[in-house]
């Protein structure tokens, strides 16, 4: 039996899904149905090997909401209430829509009154992953090839095995 995943998720995004499917479990609801179908469906990948147009948790992202645009957002793991405007809770069904989507990619969310919704990832203009690979392919490129070797001149202190001559285990070592 084959599969097809409709996103891609990173192994830590996959563990805030589960903590979320745990959280609302009981309660069944559109975001309930949309959690599983992403668990279930989901290509799951390192941090290091997710696409950089990929939206990851603590991506800036533009997107499209039945075609109006909106954005930038910073798609984010706290709970909804009491966030800034640019920010966008993956416990929201915009959020969890958009989680996993690459650009130009579109998904369509029910949210919960019947009527359909079609959410299309523009740009990711932020990705933490791309922005941590990157960063570490510019401290090794920073780094010239006839670099000098760093010598510690500390003395070190040879090891030193005290026999006792005199120092008998007895019978019991045996």
């Not at 996959?14 to 179908?37: D, F, G, N």
């Not at 991506?59 to 706290?78: C, E, K």
């Not at 490129?141 to 120092?167: C, E, G, I, K, T």
């Amino acid at each position: 039996m084959s599969r097809e995943a409709f996103c891609r998720l990173t192994a830590g995004d996959v563990s805030v899904l589960l903590s979320m499917l745990e959280h609302y479990s009981e309660e069944p609801s559109a975001l309930t149905v949309l959690l599983r179908r992403k668990l279930a469906q989901a290509g799951i990948f390192f941090r290091e090997d997710i696409q950089a147009d990929v939206v990851t948790l603590d991506s800036r992202v533009l997107y499209s909401l039945d075609g109006q645009s909106r954005g930038p957002r910073l798609l984010v793991r706290s709970a909804p209430m009491d966030l800034p405007p640019f920010a966008l809770s993956v416990h929201s069904i915009e959020g969890l829509a958009l989680l996993g989507l690459a650009e130009g990619e579109a998904i369509e969310v029910d949210p919960g009154d019947g009527a359909v919704q079609v959410l299309t990832v523009e740009k990711v203009l932020f990705q933490p992953e791309a922005a941590e690979r990157t960063a570490g392919a510019k401290s090794e490129a920073d780094m010239p090839d006839d670099a000098p070797n760093v010598v510690s001149f500390r003395r070190q202190r040879p090891l030193v095995f005290h026999v006792d001559p005199d120092n008998d285990p007895g019978p019991t070592a045996a």
